[in-house]
């Protein structure tokens, strides 16, 4: 089984895993450089380095350029 680490959900295949990602709503990134918001799926290309899709932009690295949109949201409602 394969799982999505954002939203729990498990797939039978790597492939299931991999469509599902580019469309999962809790994987949207947000880049604190130029504050554009996307998909996890294209800041990677292999889930490990992260880097905005914005080719204006030099934002990279998960939690420390870009953040997971739900998290962001957690952080400034308090």
């Known amino acids: 089984m ?3 680490r ?3 959900q498990s797939f039978q295949t790597e492939f299931a895993l991999e469509l599902h990602r580019d469309t999962c709503r809790k994987g949207q990134l947000l ?3 130029c504050g554009e918001r996307f998909r996890e799926g294209n800041a990677t290309q ?3 380095h ?4 914005n ?3 030099d934002g990279e690295g998960l939690t ?5 949109v739900e998290d962001v949201r ?3 409602t308090h």
């Open 46 to 48: 292999d889930g490990w």
């Open 64 to 68: 420390a350029d870009l953040y997971r």
């Open 31 to 33: 880049c604190q450089v």
């Open 74 to 76: 957690t952080t400034t």
């Open 2 to 4: 394969h799982t999505c």
């Open 50 to 53: 992260y880097e905005c899709p």
């Open 55 to 57: 080719q204006d932009c």
């Open 6 to 8: 954002n939203c729990n």
